[in-house]
């Protein structure tokens, strides 16, 4: 997808060993993405390049922060990335075949004859993987500050009512309560 210069790592030149190379990451890379789920990100991403004999091993150490939208409340929340990836990169005579083939997600072929890695579509899955999952402030943060805590007490209400008098099926269980 993106080809940008500043992600291609020209490993054709490398020694054999371990390079270490490091990049941050901010909203502008995204925009050629489409629309995220996240603002304000600030990623710090160091990738150690181990160049072997016919392969290299990647490992991405991700660090940084994003804001993200709280399911619940609607709140802006930061959140923390943290995480690494690791990835094997193996040179082959049809790495497109291979490619398909392969089920490990892990492990990735190019051709004997490329000379550079594109990896800012790792760093962008990497990026994403990094976020948690579920997007809501934690309990912790539920009434706190960065709580809205005009919506929660509203979702409370709503909560009761429905459990309440409100609901006319609750109401209609209740009387066969009372004939047991
Ligand atoms: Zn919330």
Not at 6 to 34: C, M, N, Q, W
Request: overall charge negative.
């Amino acid at each position: 997808m993106s080809q940008r210069r500043e992600f291609e790592i020209a490993f054709v030149g490398l020694k054999p060993g371990v390079h270490v190379f490091e990049y941050r990451i901010d909203d502008k890379f995204f925009t050629s993405y489409g629309e995220q789920d996240f603002s304000n990100c600030v990623a710090n991403i160091k990738l150690s390049l181990d160049k072997k004999n016919g392969f290299m091993q990647l490992k991405f150490d991700i660090d940084g922060s994003a804001d993200v939208i709280c399911d619940r409340c609607g709140n802006t929340l930061t959140k923390q990335l943290w995480d690494e990836f690791n990835i094997v990169v193996k040179m082959v005579d049809d790495p497109e075949i291979m490619n398909e083939q392969e089920e490990d997600p892990d492990v990735y072929y190019i051709s004997r004859g490329e000379s550079h890695l594109h990896i800012a579509d790792w760093l962008y899955e990497f990026i994403n993987l990094s976020l948690p999952m579920q997007k809501m402030c934690n309990e912790e943060e539920m009434g706190g500050p960065q709580c809205n805590k005009e919506v929660l007490e509203q979702l409370k209400k709503m909560e009761e009512d429905v459990k309440k008098d409100n609901n006319p099926m609750w109401k209609g269980l209740e009387k066969f309560k009372d004939l047991e």
